[in-house]
Nanobody, 112 residues
Framework: QVQLVESGGGLVQPGGSLRLSCEAS??????MSWFRRAPGKQREWVAT??????NYIHSVEGRFTISRDTGTRMVYLQMNSLNPDDAATYYC?????????WGQGTQVTVSS
């Protein structure tokens, strides 16, 4: 059984930073990604890491960094220079043995 557990969300002021974490259990991980959904909007892809290669949605390039610790089965999303448009529920997603799995989400609020 594959489980993803996110942590690290919270309230941050504009310009601040947060680091999200996601721990994956079970299976052979092929890729890991972060998605987000802001209130009233559709879920959007944010970043992916596959075999050490990373990709980002344009709006977060240069501010967010996705990384993975294969030894601990963790994936991180370091978020810098946060602005109100980044406020959302962030979801960890993993492709494991050909199937996609989701975490429960962690809330990020950007407000002064």
């Amino acid at each position: 059984q594959v489980q993803l557990v996110e942590s690290g969300g919270g309230l941050v002021q504009p310009g601040g930073s947060l680091r999200l974490s996601c721990e994956a259990s079970g299976g052979s991980i092929e890729s890991m990604s972060w998605f987000r959904r802001a209130p009233g909007k559709q879920r959007e892809w944010v970043a992916t890491i596959i075999n050490g290669f990373t990709n980002y949605i344009h709006s977060v390039e240069g501010r967010f960094t996705i990384s993975r610790d294969t030894g601990t089965r963790m994936v991180y999303l370091q978020m810098n220079s946060l602005n109100p448009d980044d406020a959302a529920t962030y979801y960890c997603n993993a492709k494991v043995d050909g199937r996609y799995y989701w975490g429960q989400g962690t809330q990020v609020t950007v407000s002064s």
